[in-house]
């Protein structure tokens, strides 16, 4: 009797020999994953040299100055000089930063005379400070001198001389242990604190000795 093959198995042309079939499509196992069949964002690649994902756009330093003046004077008003040294510590280029400035004074952005007088007249309210001393401030914050003369004309001889007596008036009040204190000491302690807010020898003495002198009147 002839043998008939076995229906499991198939004849392979080439060999003579019998093989297995191919396995049915919904077969449990490893299958080889054609790329061509897989959208390409399940395609596991680096970027392509050259292409928007390697390489992101450089911000642009004009944008960077201008977020960086913006966000300071949002935060505080400052002098031109003031955002300056912002921007370097930034390591904004210099010609970037000075057109940058030079754009914010021409629409009042910066207005350093506007600055300085707000200051004098802040300052000299609520910390009884002298000419002098507010000179010192704005000088320091980079204002121009003629921009702080300016400024500092606001406060008369008088203005300043009854923020000195204010000032040690409200002292004498606020420190009760002061009164047993000898006269010379007194003195002291009072010229001294007028000092620190800038005033004159001449101008302390003046005002702590009538300051003394009308408080052991009967």
Known sequence: MTRQP???????????????????????GPRRLDPAAVPP?????????????????????DSVARTILLRKLTAAPRTRAQL?????????PDD?????LDGFVEVGLIDDAAFARSWVTSRASS?????SALRQELRRRGVA????AAAVEQIADEDEMSAARALVH??????????????????RRLSGLLARKGYSSGVALQVVREALAEESRP
């Open 41 to 61: 964002t399940h395609i596991a690649a680096g970027p392509t040299p050259g292409s928007a994902a390697d390489e992101a756009p450089e911000p642009d330093p």
């Open 145 to 148: 001198d003629e921009t702080v």
């Open 170 to 187: 409200r002292r004498m009040r606020t420190s009760s242990a002061g009164a047993g204190l000898p006269a010379d000491v007194r003195m």
């Open 6 to 28: 076995d229906q499991m198995t198939r004849h392979d042309g080439r060999t003579g020999r019998g093989r297995a079939p191919d396995p049915p499509d919904d077969a449990e």
């Open 127 to 131: 910390r009884g400070l002298s000419r």
């Open 84 to 92: 300056a040294d912002d921007l370097r510590r930034r390591e904004v």
């Open 96 to 100: 970037v930063a000075e057109r940058a």
